[in-house]
């Protein structure tokens, strides 16, 4: 983080720390940052975890669903009121998601979403990647359709 601190012409940086993979902390992240900002520009979601063993969350979801797409995908919508009130024609606000290759080949399995029956720490992380990847192209035709 101290990195990050690192002046940038004249951009702000505002960074926190959460744990993406709880919801319940996404959740109050979310609200603590609607009520320092009006406007947020742009919104990284890097966080991720890979080939990790069968783990579920205190929500009951596969650790690589739930840190590489669930929270970004919760984080993002809860931020939305901020990132459509910052972004103009002219200044687009964006989302930047951090993923991977990975996703080509990944397939998601709607009948077991958690991989209870087959776990395999690469194909879950495939997924979740494969997951994040839709959800950044939702979300740029979502922007494009409001002209933010």
């Known amino acids: 983080l101290e990195h990050a601190k690192i002046p940038v012409s004249s951009c ?3 960074y926190e720390q959460l744990d993406i ?12 940052i609607r009520a320092k900002f009006d406007k947020i520009h742009l919104l990284i979601n890097n966080a991720g975890v ?14 690589h669903m739930a840190i590489n797409y669930y929270g970004h995908f919760l984080l993002t919508h809860l931020l939305l009121p901020q990132l459509r009130a910052a ?26 979403i958690n991989k209870v ?19 950044a192209k939702y979300t740029n035709l979502m922007f494009e359709e409001e002209g933010m």
């Open 50 to 63: 890979m080939s990790v063993p069968f783990k579920l969350t205190d929500e009951g979801f596969e650790s």
């Open 87 to 112: 972004g103009t024609a002219e200044c687009k606000a964006r989302v930047v998601n951090v993923s991977s290759c990975v996703h080509k080949i990944g397939e998601i399995d709607y009948n077991d």
């Open 12 to 14: 702000k940086l505002h």
């Open 117 to 135: 029956k087959n776990y395999y720490p690469a194909d879950a992380y495939n997924q979740s990647k494969l997951a994040q990847v839709l959800f």
């Open 21 to 32: 993979g709880n919801m319940k902390s996404v959740r109050e992240f979310a609200t603590k």
